[in-house]
């Protein structure tokens, strides 16, 4: 989730009444369109534009999607980090029909992530505003407060989250990056809200998130630094060791929230440019995903899902222009890996 301008600060923090609001997490610049840029290494994928969800808000400045993933009912659940009370903070996408409604929306929350539990089935959000994780049913009835409070001292700033195969939470706390510190945590939470732990921290404005196909480690984006770090994991779900994974050559552009393949595959987010970096496990650069030359006004590629078992892959863009859905074809079959977060 990006880093927003001072005036969309000021803006949503007095709509949440909060005081003085500081949303970060996917970058701190705007920049031209993916078409733009230098040459890459590996093949080139242009994506296909679906719809445009979102306008940018008078109350906020600006609109911004995040967190696309899909339901057990095949819909694409999206949130819109920016959008004032009254309007959809959480939308259901029928990308066959092209055609979207509103799930849920509050005077409160700026959730940044979006993701199904396997658990309870449940829909979970990151407030990074409040410093919380909500849930609510599918439909976007049964509003509850998740997870509140302190971690070990500290309030968090969550980001994007993801689930191990027993419904426990893994969270990207971007703690530190408003001041411009390396504050950043993995917290991880138990399935009952009740038990937290931090796994990791001093990093660089943690971002992204996401399992590893064997869910013996973590890939972390640290959003300061552009790099993907990777944290290995026991069987109690503790950190037995961490190191610099992908160094991600962005120029202006920073890294943002990250999926994985049925192959293994790293897809990274960008911010700052509206495109994608695909990897392997290997730190192997495989492709980049552009929007089609002369796309204006869509300055942030946040996050993608691919279809489960399936190959269409949907990805969140958005700036001036709107916020909008773009598809292609990923390298791979979508997992729970590949599905939120």
């Given at each position: 989730m990006r880093r927003l301008p001072i005036r969309t600060l000021a803006t949503l923090a007095t709509l949440t009444a909060i005081g003085a609001l500081t949303l970060t997490g996917c970058g701190t610049q705007s920049a031209a369109t993916g078409a733009a840029g230098t040459s890459d290494e590996g093949r080139t994928i242009t994506a296909r534009k679906v719809m445009r969800l979102t306008t940018v808000h008078q109350e906020t400045g600006m609109t911004l999607l995040e967190g696309p993933t899909f339901g057990t009912d095949g819909g694409l659940y999206v949130v819109d980090v920016t959008a004032p009370a009254g309007k959809p903070k959480v939308l259901r996408v029928d990308v066959g029909r092209k055609t979207s409604r509103a799930v849920h929306t509050d005077s409160r929350g700026a959730y940044t992530s979006a993701q199904f539990s396997p658990y309870d089935g449940r829909l979970y959000l990151?407030?990074?505003a409040?410093?919380?994780?909500?849930s609510m049913d599918p439909d976007g009835g049964d509003f509850r407060t998740f997870f509140?409070?302190?971690v070990d001292g500290a309030l968090?700033?969550?980001d994007d989250l993801a689930f191990d195969q027993d419904g426990n939470l893994y969270v990207s706390d971007s703690r530190g990056l408003s001041e411009g510190e390396a504050h950043g945590r993995v917290v991880r939470i138990d399935r009952t809200g009740e038990k937290t732990a931090?796994?990791?921290?001093?990093l660089a404005a943690t971002n992204g998130i996401s399992f590893d196909l064997g869910y013996r480690g973590l890939w972390i984006s640290e959003l300061a630094e552009n790099?993907?770090?990777y944290l290995r994991l026991d069987a109690d779900g503790k950190v037995t060791a961490r190191h610099t994974a992908v160094r991600v050559d962005g120029g202006i552009a920073q890294t943002d929230s990250i999926a994985v393949d049925a192959d293994g595959n790293l897809y990274q987010a960008l911010?700052?440019?509206a495109?994608?970096?695909v990897y392997n496990q290997y730190g192997e650069r495989l492709a980049t995903v552009r929007l089609p030359a002369r796309t204006e006004g869509l300055e942030s590629a946040t996050n993608v899902a691919i279809t489960p078992g399936g190959r269409t892959a949907y990805v969140t863009v958005s700036g001036p222009a709107g916020g909008y859905l773009y598809t292609f074809d990923a390298l791979a079959d979508g997992v729970r890996q590949s599905n939120g977060g």
């Open positions: 990151t407030d990074y409040h410093g919380e994780i909500v509140s409070g302190e968090m700033n969550p931090v796994l990791a921290d001093g790099r993907i770090s911010h700052g440019r495109a994608m970096i």
